[in-house]
């Protein structure tokens, strides 16, 4: 835990005449957002136990401009896009992994049309493709048992079919997967997506995250993983909301995997 | 013998079919209102999806009793119709049973049909129990009030009374029950008339015979004005439904222009467009706020919705009590549609402008706000509609042509523009937490 980071810039790889195997976009959450930023460093944790090649953008990273999409600011989408796109070509970047799935859907989906083509993994996915090149093993260690079930992200299941790499993973701890009654293509929003996070929620009867949080609580599960910063503030909120904090953990699947390797 | 029967009948079917063509150029019409969009790519996957989508009822399935009794309906429907082959035989030409040599193979065909009809007729009773008895959930929510609520219903009784008279005509055809061949479920029936005289009976035949077909012409008309019309527009809506991921908008490529310019150092921001441009350009304009303003595929996705609310009741916005329904936008593109389609009729062929638009006349922001785009309503859909891109282009219309996003959204755009990021944070920061 206190041993360094490893956690090198595009910019001094290129310095060296180097290029990385692959970029870790951060994202904005996962860059400013206190709770997010431990999913960032647990992620790091494992890439640097595995010595994956990576390397980050740093501060010439900005905002993909999702959020900005999604409310309808078109320009604003597309003047970040394109920026970005010019960072990364410079760099001449091939291959991209991020923890965030809306940094992951937009750059993977909506840069190429814009001249940004890569190949683009959503963090779970690229750990598990590390576990099958053995790179990584992930031993139950401390959640062996434990009941966990995976709130699927909007923008990684029903808007990208990415379904089953988080939940292999779970799997892999040795944890027992419970699935909601809304789960996968049916899963249920946590309440953030569409710029919504950013706002208040119109009237209604009921926030979109309490709803999401009481079908995880049903199930009786010791941890609610998530697989994207926006879902884990959502459901972390919802969790307080119904006073379950004592009870109910909610962590991001890179966070379960570097605690169990006590990393 | 007269042939006043056969010349009735020929006036009845042309009517029919010449009234259906009518409304179906003004339907194509009206969907022509909307903007061009290329769907040209992705041919094999388009056949796919329609054969699995329309053809093979695929997502009718995700809901196994509702998809169950559909999919009778559906094969029933389509398969008596065969039937309707026959009977514009015999009415064009005053034959009785034309197909009736085909013997045993006859027997075989009607029976089939019988069964079918019998079939249909329990799961129409039985949806319609599901939808006035146990009044499911998503049939009464405010938007199913008054035409749409009446319409469903309409449709079930239609399809009970076809398949009754079918029976009756079989049941009271002594000719037909004397061959003993394919009245498997009318032989039931037929005892109900044992007491009529041979008169009476072929009087009941014979009604039951023309009101069959008159019901079948006018079932086809009545599809224009009703939620039906899914019956056909499956088909070209699975077609051209959305085959990129779920998760991908489109760019606008006017905004990629304009953008591109802006970015372009070389790009003299004073110069006058090319002249064969400049005239399109002109009119583009950012989102959506009325029906023209979509591109067709949307307006025909409003055509072929059938209301089932499928969508709605997957929508998380709607779960918690907000005011947004997908279907409900899908009900209002259409209506507003229709009522431009209606205006442009009455005028000639040009619109009038009539005050109205789609955007605040039938869809409020209040319901555009409330989305997450979370894609549950395109997911939910059996028909392939996509509700999320006309929420997502009138809010492109709010934004960029009338800068009336709500305050909170105003902030996380200008702090996207100034530090790179949604939040009030200097970009200088955003490896900060490798330290922390
Ligand atoms: S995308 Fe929007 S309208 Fe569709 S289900 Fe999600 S929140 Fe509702
Ligand atoms: S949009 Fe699709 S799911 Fe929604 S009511 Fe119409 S047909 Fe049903």
Known sequence: MNELLKVPTMAEYM?????????FWVGCSGSFDDRAKKITKAFVKILNQAKVDFAVLGTEESCTGDPAKRAGNEFLFQMQAVTNIEVLNAYEVKKIVTACPHCFNTIKNEYPQL???????????????????GKLTIAGGQYKGKRITFHDPCYLGRANNVYEAPRDLIRKLEAELVEMKNCKSKGLCCGAGGAQMFKDAEKGDKEVNVERTEQAIEVKPDIIAAGCPFCNTMMTDGVKAKDKEAEVDVMDIAELIANAQDL | MSIIPNILFAIILIAGIGYFTLNVKKLVRNIKLGRDVDVSDNTPIRWKNMTRIA??????????????????????FVIINIEVLEIIIDGLFGTHRIFSGLGTLYGVLIGTFEVLALLVFVSVTLFWIRRNIIKLQRFWKSEMKGWPKADGNIILYFEMVLMALFLVMNATDVHFQDMQNGNVISQF???????????????????????????????????????????LLAFPNTYYGKVKPKGELDNLESVTKEVMMMMDPNADPFATPPENESAEEEIVKFGASDVQDLNWVQLLNAYTCTECGRCTSECPANQTGKKLSPRKIMMDTRDRLEEVGKNIDANKGVLNDDGKQLLGDYITTEEL????????????????????????????????????????????????????????????????????
């Not at chain 2, 009822?57 to 094969?75: D, E, N």
């Not at chain 2, 039951?208 to 008159?214: E, M, N, T």
């Not at chain 2, 979370?374 to 997502?392: G, H, K, M, T």
């Open chain 2, 189 to 231: 029936i037929a005892p109900l008339f044992n007491n009529f005289s041979q008169a009476t009976l072929h009087i009941i035949e014979r009604s039951a015979w023309w009101l069959h077909i008159i019901g079948i012409l006018v079932f086809l008309n009545y599809l224009y004005f009703s939620k039906h019309l899914h019956i």
């Open chain 2, 369 to 436: 706000w409330a989305c997450t785009s979370c894609n549950a309503c395109v997911e939910a859909c059996p028909v392939s509609i996509d509700p999320l891109s006309i929420i997502i282009d009138m809010r492109r219309y709010l934004v960029m042509e009338q800068s009336a996003a709500p305050a909170e959204l105003n902030n996380m755009m200008t702090n996207i523009e100034n530090n790179g990021a949604p939040w009030p944070y200097n970009q200088m920061d955003r490896l900060n937490w490798k330290d922390e």
């Open chain 2, 55 to 76: 053809l093979g009822q695929s997502k009718m399935v995700k809901r196994p009793i509702a998809g169950f009794l559909h999919i009778i309906v559906y094969v029933g």
């Open chain 1, 115 to 133: 001249g940004g083509q890569y190949e683009v993994m959503h963090h779970t996915q690229f750990l598990k493709s590390l576990l099958e090149e």
């Open chain 1, 15 to 23: 310095a060296q005449g180097k290029q990385p195997e692959v970029l």
